[in-house]
């Protein structure tokens, strides 16, 4: 494995690409503020023909994700279309594939997921399936807090749909528990999970197909370049779907890049995706 190049800045690549997956959180944002670098280096790819599809793990809509984005204070014209593991994971439950009672584990703010699907959320001794959004506080609990409820799930041999991967994301300057770590926790008991999101491959076909859809045509697979900060959902994902993937590293990795959120140290980058025996095709600082 080649330590990947550091770019300064996605025009130094964009030329090569007709369309990137771009992720979120991370990427595009901390959950507190958008990155104006960021929002800027998309619609100058978008003004130069390019084709932009904001790639997420939130475990919503796309529309809600919109809302969350524009609360944000996002600018316009950074995006062509929102592909979202909630998305993703609707389908799969539109299809019936987890019964019409389902017991939910989230906040109240992704009751969203909900909204035009036939199925009726209710306590745990009467589902007949888990849907797992995230914590219900991510800001005070911990995914200890849910030993004895996801035991009760894995007792009655419910399966559990996990709608967001991230085990945990940065806001602002706190570290916030995710979906991905209860259901981490679920498997560890015996519990069944599926999950739908990066970097599991429900999210990429259905990414492709919308940004088919999106474009007009076709978008081969050698042109479309995933961002991301994650080494185990953007990177493992991009990877494991043969696609371009340029690494954020002033997000998730900062400190085991060397610190700097600007520009990572080129020898702990090399040691750090060593240790994941994974490596991107590009790496960058911050997106810009």
């Known amino acids: 494995m080649t330590l990947p190049p550091i770019i300064d800045s996605l025009d130094d690549i964009s030329a090569r690409y007709d369309a990137v997956f771009c992720d979120l959180w991370g ?12 929002a800027a280096a998309l619609q100058r790819y978008r003004a130069q023909g390019g084709v932009v599809a904001l790639f997420t793990n939130a475990p919503r ?11 944000l204070g996002a600018p316009d014209g950074i995006s062509d279309l929102v592909v ?15 019964g019409d009672k389902v017991h939910f584990i989230g906040a109240e703010r992704d009751l969203a997921f909900f909204e035009g699907l036939s199925v009726t959320l209710v306590p745990m001794e009467d589902a007949q399936s888990v849907i797992c959004t995230g914590l219900r506080d991510d800001m005070t609990e911990v995914p200890e807090d849910y030993a004895d409820e996801l035991r009760t799930a894995q007792l009655r ?15 602002g ?9 209860l259901a981490r926790d679920y498997e560890a008991m015996g519990g069944t999970v599926r999950t739908f999101g990066k970097p599991h491959a429900p999210i990429y076909d259905h990414g492709r197909k919308l ?10 697979d050698d042109r479309i370049l995933c961002i991301g900060d994650g080494v185990m ?3 493992k994902g991009a990877l494991a779907e043969g696609l371009d993937c340029l690494f954020v590293t002033g997000g998730l990795a900062t400190a085991e890049t060397g610190g700097d959120p600007e520009r990572p140290d080129p020898e702990k980058l090399e040691a750090f995706l060593r240790g994941h025996s994974m490596m991107p095709r590009w790496a960058i600082g911050r997106l810009r």
């Open 27 to 38: 990427c595009l944002h901390d959950g507190v503020t958008i990155h104006p670098a960021a």
């Open 61 to 71: 809509p796309a529309w809600s994700v919109i809302e969350q984005l524009a609360a």
């Open 84 to 98: 979202s593991s909630g998305d993703a994971s609707r389908e799969s439950v539109r299809a019936g594939d987890w």
């Open 157 to 171: 041999r419910l399966p559990m749909l996990n709608a967001n991967p991230d085990v945990v994301v940065d806001k």
């Open 173 to 181: 300057d706190k570290r916030l528990w995710c979906s991905g770590a």
């Open 211 to 220: 940004l088919a859809k999106a474009a007009g045509r076709d978008i081969a």
């Open 233 to 235: 959902t953007d990177l």
